[in-house]
């Protein structure tokens, strides 16, 4: 049998997470309900180290950072969020922040289990020049990891024409699969010179065999990269001055009361 003793807390909490699965239902909701309460006194707990930053938000003892994305360092900023990551530390958001990779809290890997009736919003932080440039508010409440981030879960942002009754065509984690463009919220696509929105994440060079556009593959500039809008409004992302690069992107999450 496994002794556990000697484990770090979060890995045993993580490993509880893969046997619960295989567990008989009265078992299941037991074991539950006791992994639960652990999460929640982890979330209860969690503070928000800061440093050298010029955002309120990450100030504010409510919102717990849970992944830090970090452009340039060849690493998709998709897969890491879907990626289990059993260790557990508080994130500090700083000017030091994104010198390796992306950064990311066990929080998202327990979201579906424990998290659905303890998470009150959801926030996606843009920064340039260690300031937040634009911001996107969602509502977590009863929402999987990945389903939070959607259109419907809305409630405000940065821009004047984003809303939920905004004409958008992709409002997903997921966005387009097959180029890698992910956390992507575009209103249209007409053409690679027509193509017109929000937010997106370049996450990777393009798959041998797959198309794109010009924005798809900037020379000089490493993957991942991520492209807003900086007029406070929908732009075209080949146009210039509509867009810029985020230097990072924080996500948080505010625990219910």
């Known amino acids: 049998m496994l002794d556990t003793a000697s484990l770090n807390k979060n890995m045993k909490t993580y490993i509880n997470q893969v046997i619960l699965q295989s567990l008989g239902n009265s078992v299941r909701e037991t074991v539950r309900a006791i992994v639960k309460k652990e999460f929640k006194k982890l979330i209860n707990n969690s503070s928000v180290p800061t440093s050298e930053t010029g955002s ?26 879907l990626t289990p990551a059993p260790f557990d530390e508080s994130l500090e958001i700083s000017l030091k922040t994104c010198e390796k990779d992306h950064k990311r809290r066990s929080i998202i890997d327990r979201w579906n289990w424990d998290a659905d009736d303890l998470i009150d919003q959801v926030r996606v932080d843009l920064y340039k020049d260690s300031q937040v440039d634009a911001m996107f508010l969602f509502d977590g409440k009863g929402s999987s990891n990945v389903s939070w981030f959607s259109k419907e879960r809305l409630i405000k942002s940065t821009y004047k024409d984003l809303s939920r009754t905004a004409k958008i065509n992709f409002f997903s984690m997921a966005g387009l699969y097959d180029i890698d463009r992910h956390f992507y919220i575009n209103s249209a696509n007409g053409g690679c010179p027509n193509d017109f929105g929000w937010f997106q994440i370049i996450d990777s060079r393009l798959r041998h065999g797959t198309s794109g556009c010009t924005f798809d593959h900037l020379y000089g500039r490493e993957y991942p990269y991520f492209m807003y809008a900086t007029r406070n409004k929908a732009g075209h992302y080949d146009k210039e001055g509509d867009f810029g690069f985020a230097d990072m992107m924080v996500t948080s999450v505010k625990k219910i009361k």
């Open 56 to 81: 309120n938000q990450t100030r504010d003892p409510d919102w717990i950072p849970i992944f830090i994305a970090c452009p340039g360092n060849k690493r998709s900023v998709y897969r890491s969020w």
